[in-house]
């Protein structure tokens, strides 16, 4: 799959350079070589980083923390919860929207293409950058949460007043490499069917996200997408 002629935005690079040499992402290559000539993964190679290159670090804002990409076919994008126009928006990205326009009163999209977000300061990051079709979780232990712990410690070394929105138990294990002396930690259960019923509902992630960089003198996230 190539990770070493994929492109990082310099601004990540300069940080995160030495993690391409580390054991585990050499192993990483081999897996997802390997992964590629008998399932298959998605997203596609050429969108592995691309959460991190439509959002290079010094815009970064808000992070956004999912667990693998989507499964299906043709739904993974790059960038956590996010599918591409023209593909139904899923269940836990219904709920965001629900959320979202219970706390800000912005109406659901009529697509779940968030690339504005990402494009306004919001890192779409999930934990484990690929999947196998139709197999949730299947690359957990491939090795991607080195890599992806590595991104978030950049964030909250280098940017001054982030929030954090961790949704689910296995967002919110990364707490710990987050500094809250000057960041927000805003925790929540994941939006799935499953779980959003259990307080992902009202918890004003979004506005109270806003409200944090206001009070550090930031703009807030416009956070209603183009039809």
């Not at 949730?136 to 001054?160: I, K, P, Y």
Request: contains cysteine; hydrophobic residues 40%; proline residues 8%.
């Amino acid at each position: 799959m190539g990770i070493h002629r994929i492109q990082l935005h310099e601004t990540w690079l300069s940080h995160l350079e030495a993690e391409f040499h580390q054991p585990y992402m050499v192993q990483l290559r081999k897996n997802l070589v390997e992964s590629a000539t008998n399932t298959g993964f998605f997203p596609e190679s050429k969108h592995l980083f691309r959460a991190l290159n439509e959002t290079p670090l010094p815009r970064v804002k808000v992070v956004i923390l999912g667990q693998d990409p989507y499964h299906g076919p043709h739904q993974a994008e790059g960038l956590a919860f996010s599918v591409p126009r023209g593909i139904p928006v899923p269940p836990s990205l219904k709920n965001i929207f629900k959320e979202l326009h219970e706390d800000l009163g912005i109406a659901p999209a009529p697509h779940g293409h968030l690339l504005e977000w990402a494009n306004r300061g919001v890192l779409l990051l999930n934990s484990v950058l690929t999947v196998a079709p139709g197999q949730a979780g299947s690359h957990r232990n491939l090795g991607w949460d080195a890599f992806t712990d590595a991104v978030l410690s950049t964030v909250s070394r280098e940017q001054s007043a982030v929030a954090f929105l961790l949704w689910g138990k296995f967002a919110q294990q990364k707490r710990g490499l987050i500094n809250e002396k000057k960041h927000l930690a805003l925790l929540a259960p994941h939006p799935s069917p499953l779980s959003a019923y259990q307080g992902f509902f009202g918890c004003r992630n979004f506005s109270l996200a806003n409200a944090f960089l206001q009070d550090n003198g930031l703009e807030p996230i416009p956070w209603q997408l183009s039809p």
